[in-house]
């Protein structure tokens, strides 16, 4: 197999530009949460380059700080991080072909901004090697975050949240969502995904956002059924 | 603490990787998934990115709670993602909404 198409790398790298202050902000806020909860600069270090998944990070350090079991820690992680199963299954046959290798690399990477760019990126273009585009979106998600929970951890400093750049997530995801919802079996998805998520914000463990997703899904197998 | 907060965070790492890694490296052995499976997961994407954006603007919390400034800015930004399909447009704009009404309003 060759190497990733450059053209399709820098075209990931692009979209994944306006993420890049949001991605800081909040790597700077897990880096400084981590160094007030006790944690050395190595274990802040060990834990975004072995967990990678910035919720569940924040989520473990506060109940690190807070003194709670290895058991309670070890659960919320894998429950805040389960939709990335969703994630792995949704875009696991457009990297079926690529060496073993190259899948471990690539689940490694696995985010939401990572998977929502690509998995829509696939869908409105026909991609001969998925691995480039994919790499130019992670990576420099992975390189940014690493280096801003360092710089969080040492410098002990956080971008205003007045300032609003966070909003570009959610924003992206926007952008992405209208083309999405582009038959009625995905407007039902997103419809009642997008409810069922808001009523749910509340609970423990973003499971508003797994029991949104669940119920999208089966909104859109019964409005294809009914069809 | 050292030695339980490194474990930690091993177990927590592994644990991680393995749900990331888990279809995309069982559909490489075991072929495509069924027809059916295949059919629900094309709604992933409608599904989960609804889910990671309404709450945004939206959510109940032991109380409905709307943030206005984001709401607005969201509306400005899903037309001009409808308009435009442009991923920078969409941004740029919700962006620009955004600080408009935070700082200039």
Redesign the interface.
């Known amino acids: 197999m060759s190497i990733p198409d450059p053209s399709e790398i820098r075209r990931g790298a692009r979209?994944v530009l306006?993420l890049v202050p949001a991605i800081a902000g909040f790597g700077l806020v897990v880096g400084v949460a981590a160094g007030n909860a006790?944690?050395?600069i190595p274990?802040a270090i060990?834990?975004s380059?072995?967990?990678?998944?910035g919720a569940?990070q924040l989520a473990?350090i506060e109940l690190?700080r807070d003194g709670a079991p290895?058991l309670v820690?070890?659960v919320t992680?894998?429950v805040i991080?389960?939709?990335?199963?969703?994630?792995?299954?949704?875009?696991?046959?457009y990297?079926?072909d690529h060496a073993?290798r190259w899948?471990?690399a690539?689940?490694?990477l696995?985010t939401?901004q990572a998977?929502?760019l690509s998995?829509?990126h696939y869908?409105e273009n026909d991609v001969d090697d998925t691995r480039a585009y994919y790499l130019g979106v992670a990576f420099p998600l992975w390189a940014v975050w690493q280096t801003c929970t360092i710089v969080g951890i040492v410098a002990g400093a956080n971008i205003p949240d007045?300032w609003?750049i966070t909003?570009?997530v959610?924003?992206?995801?926007?952008?992405?969502?209208?083309?999405?919802?582009k038959d009625r079996?995905?407007?039902a998805?997103?419809?009642?995904?997008?409810?069922?998520?808001?009523?749910?914000?509340?609970l423990p463990l973003n499971l508003?956002?797994l029991a949104?997703?669940g119920c999208?899904?089966l909104a859109?197998?019964v409005a294809?059924d009914v069809a | 603490m050292n030695t339980w907060l490194w474990g930690l965070i091993l177990v927590a790492g592994v644990l991680t990787f393995s749900i990331r890694y888990s279809f995309i490296y069982l559909v490489a052995k075991t072929g495509d998934l069924p027809p059916r499976a295949k059919r629900v997961l094309a709604y992933v994407p409608p599904a989960v990115f609804a889910a990671l954006v309404i709450p945004e603007f939206v959510a109940y919390d032991a109380g409905l709670h709307v943030a206005p400034d984001q709401l607005t800015a969201g509306v400005v930004a899903a037309v001009v993602a409808y308009r435009t399909e442009n991923l920078f447009a969409t941004i740029l704009s919700g962006m620009l909404a955004l600080w408009t009404l935070r700082f200039l309003l």
């Open positions: 979209d306006p006790g944690f050395t274990q060990g834990l380059v072995f967990v990678f998944a569940s473990a690190v290895f820690v070890v992680v894998v991080n389960l939709r990335m199963m969703m994630y792995s299954a949704s875009i696991s046959s990297f079926r073993e899948r471990a690539l689940a490694y696995l939401d998977y929502a998995i829509s869908r007045s609003g909003f570009a959610p924003l992206v995801f926007l952008a992405l969502l209208v083309p999405a919802m079996e995905s407007t998805a997103a419809a009642v995904s997008g409810t069922v998520a808001a009523a749910g914000a509340g508003g956002l949104g997703a999208g899904l859109a197998v294809g």
